[in-house]
């Protein structure tokens, strides 16, 4: 039977009920046959047959959660995610792994829509890791989080098992094993950096506060929204009982935009750049190293001779390249983020290549390089697969990087000091230097 023929309930939306959250539960791997069995109507139950649906040739079937012999609804939920079903007898299978819980903060936002659809697809946690989304909106963005929900549920991804749509990051992140935090207020025409670092420090603050009080104590949390650094560290400032090791501000996709224009220059593909740092914070202050930087394995002074292009050329392309990208497309870089994003978690749930790093903005206390402790800064990581990094001890640093990535400590340093009253830290004071540094989509 074709999808379409299937009737979605058309009683008053669930989306819209009194509870600002929503809580879909699916299995989604059901055949067009059991689709048809077992769709039923809102609020019910339905007579149950013997289920069975094809997972993976080695995976069981699942086993809908029974009650008396009827298959139990949930009381909202919407579609295909009115499903409920024993997901534990799965997970004891060899090839699945017990379900994991993601949050996702901007969820019906331009980045958001990218990576939902690959975290559902097995892209970022691997093909036997079944996922939740929490996804966290306002009311704002309420009707189009339903929306997402549905493309979601349509998209038939057989290791989506829950999608949860809400407004209360204390509800959304209950028992979260990985926070993506996108949902930021874009800096308009005319403000200033400092009203930024405030309005989206208070998101941040209280999403801190949030994950402390609901998330797993060992959560993994990756700050996308600008500016990042900063909002990472008024998010671990505020939530005390996580590690500070777990916050992550993304600058992966400013690692990915160095090793495309290294590989441009030295005429090679991308995957010939390795050992790319990013040094710093993701703004027009970042520093792209291009000293410990090797193509097909030879440091990239020795490929690409032109020394003075490296020192300007190419570094600026890196730190303007959003900007570039927003006068093309009018809009910030999306797709590119989104898979910087799978990128970054990919590096700390698989080992680092031998020999090889990759680039995360992390906490700065006990760092190897005298960077000031108590900031978000990027910096060299290596990862053996669990979760966790380690950073690289044995990177050279010259007179031209220390100069540059002091620039971007000052910035950070200055950032740091504005948001005083939002990291416990006293009264804030803002002074953040006669040139208002940018933010890269910002020239
Ligand atoms: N670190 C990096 O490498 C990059 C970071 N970014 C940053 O990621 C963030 C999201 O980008 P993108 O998805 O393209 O942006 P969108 O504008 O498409 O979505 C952003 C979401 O932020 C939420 N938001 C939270 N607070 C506010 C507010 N006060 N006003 C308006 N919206 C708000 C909105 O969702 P809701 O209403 O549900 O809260 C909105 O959907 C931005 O801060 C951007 O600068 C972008 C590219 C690269
Ligand atoms: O400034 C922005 O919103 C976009 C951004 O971070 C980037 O492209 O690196």
Request: net charge negative; aromatic share 6%; glycine share 8%.
């Amino acid at each position: 039977m074709a999808m379409a023929e299937l009737s979605t309930p058309k009683t008053t939306s669930p989306f819209l009920n009194s509870s600002s959250r929503l809580r879909l539960s699916s299995k989604l791997h059901l055949s067009n046959h059991f689709r048809h069995l077992l769709l039923p109507p809102l609020n019910t139950t339905t007579p149950n047959s013997k289920i069975s649906c094809s997972v993976s040739q080695n995976s069981q079937a699942p086993v809908a959660v029974q009650e008396n012999g009827l298959v139990k609804t949930k009381k909202e939920c919407y579609g295909v995610f009115c499903l409920t079903y024993d997901l534990k007898a799965e997970e004891e299978t060899r090839t699945w792994k017990k379900l994991i819980n993601i949050a996702v903060s901007g969820a019906a936002g331009m980045i958001s829509n990218h990576l939902l659809f690959k975290l559902a697809s097995g892209e970022v946690f691997g093909p036997d890791q079944p996922i939740a989304l929490k996804l966290l909106g306002s009311e704002r963005s309420i009707q189009a989080l339903e929306g997402v929900a549905m493309e979601l549920e349509d998209s038939l991804f057989p290791l989506l098992r829950e999608v949860d749509i809400g407004t209360d990051p204390n509800e959304v992140f209950q028992d979260v094993e990985w926070a993506i935090l996108i949902g930021a207020k874009p800096r308009g025409p005319g403000m200033e950096r400092a009203d930024l670092l405030d309005i989206n420090g208070q998101i941040f603050a209280e999403q801190g506060k949030a994950l402390n009080k609901a998330a797993s104590p060992n959560v993994k949390v990756l700050v996308v929204g600008n500016p990042c650094n900063t909002n990472a560290l008024i998010c671990l400032k505020n939530a005390p009982n996580i590690p500070a090791k777990n916050f992550h501000a993304l600058t992966r996709l400013d690692e990915n935009r160095a090793k495309c224009q290294l590989a441009l220059k030295a005429g090679v593909f991308y995957d010939k750049v390795s050992n790319m740092t990013i040094w710093g914070n993701h703004s027009t202050t970042q520093v792209p190293d291009f000293l410990n930087a090797r193509i097909n394995g030879l440091p990239v002074k020795e490929v690409i001779t032109d020394h003075k292009w490296l020192e300007e050329g190419f570094t600026e392309s890196v730190q303007k390249r959003g900007g570039l990208l927003i006068q093309k497309w009018g809009r910030s870089s999306a797709a590119s983020t989104a898979v910087s994003i799978v990128d970054a978690i990919k590096s700390l749930v698989t080992p680092t290549p031998e020999g090889d790093w990759f680039s995360s903005g992390v906490y700065t206390d006990g760092n190897p390089y005298g960077i000031e402790e108590g900031l978000v800064f990027s910096m060299p990581c290596r990862s053996k697969g669990d979760g966790d990094y380690e950073l690289v001890k044995d990177v050279e640093i010259d007179d031209y990087l220390r100069k540059r990535i002091a620039k971007s400590e000052a910035e950070l340093l200055a950032e740091k000091r504005c948001v005083a009253h939002l990291t416990g830290e006293g009264i804030a004071y803002c002074d953040l230097g006669p040139v208002d540094t940018m933010l890269p989509g910002e020239v």
